[in-house]
């Protein structure tokens, strides 16, 4: 699927989107004077792989940092995670690194990944996504974005992102645990 497609697919279907074109972004330090004039929650994503071979996406905040040596319990891995490859991500959701986003999934069969949503995202009203494209961002409702996956197979599951220790010590307070994180 191209970003018109996509794009008019969600519009076919009656989800309210605005996309703002901007220059390419390849990551999130690059692209927050774009953020700062587009309001909503804006996403990290981490194409991942465990240790049997099980592809994961996982959409963050974009300034939430993740502990990724304590994520795969938490998203259902097994063992350490790594990131997929661009050869993988290519073949799987048919975007290149840089472009990666949850809009993607329309390409990829449910069965060949699994999609987390950070909670922190879940919990906002409107989520900002490239359209299979690092040169736009969609913003959407949160709940569509879910819904629009869901027609294309797509289970949306929603997690409490571990974060590293010295940064839960920092935003939690000290005396804190790992207690609150689910596993």
Do not use: C, W
């Not at 940092?65 to 319990?73: A, F, I």
């Not at 790594?82 to 390409?107: H, I, K, M």
């Amino acid at each position: 699927m191209t970003p018109q497609q996509l794009l008019a697919a969600l519009d076919k279907r009656g989800y309210a989107t605005t996309t703002t074109g901007h220059e390419a972004v390849f990551t999130v330090a690059e692209s927050q004077h774009v953020k700062a004039r587009i309001p909503g929650g804006h996403t990290k994503n981490l194409f991942l792989k465990d240790k049997k071979g099980r592809i994961f996406l996982v959409t963050a905040e974009s300034e939430s940092p993740v502990d990724l040596k304590r994520l795969h319990p938490v998203i259902g891995g097994s063992g350490r995670l790594s990131f997929g490859s661009a050869e993988l991500l290519g073949a799987l959701l048919g975007v290149e690194p840089g472009s990666v986003t949850p809009l993607a999934l329309v390409n990829a069969p449910p069965e060949k990944i699994s999609f987390v949503l950070d909670r922190r995202l879940a919990d906002q009203e409107i989520i900002n996504a490239h359209p299979l494209i690092n040169t736009m961002t969609t913003s959407m409702r949160v709940a569509d974005l879910i819904s629009f996956l869901a027609e294309h197979g797509h289970e949306t599951r929603i997690r409490d992102l571990p974060v590293p220790p010295e940064e839960k010590s920092a935003d939690s307070g000290a005396g804190q645990n790992d207690a609150a994180i689910p596993s």
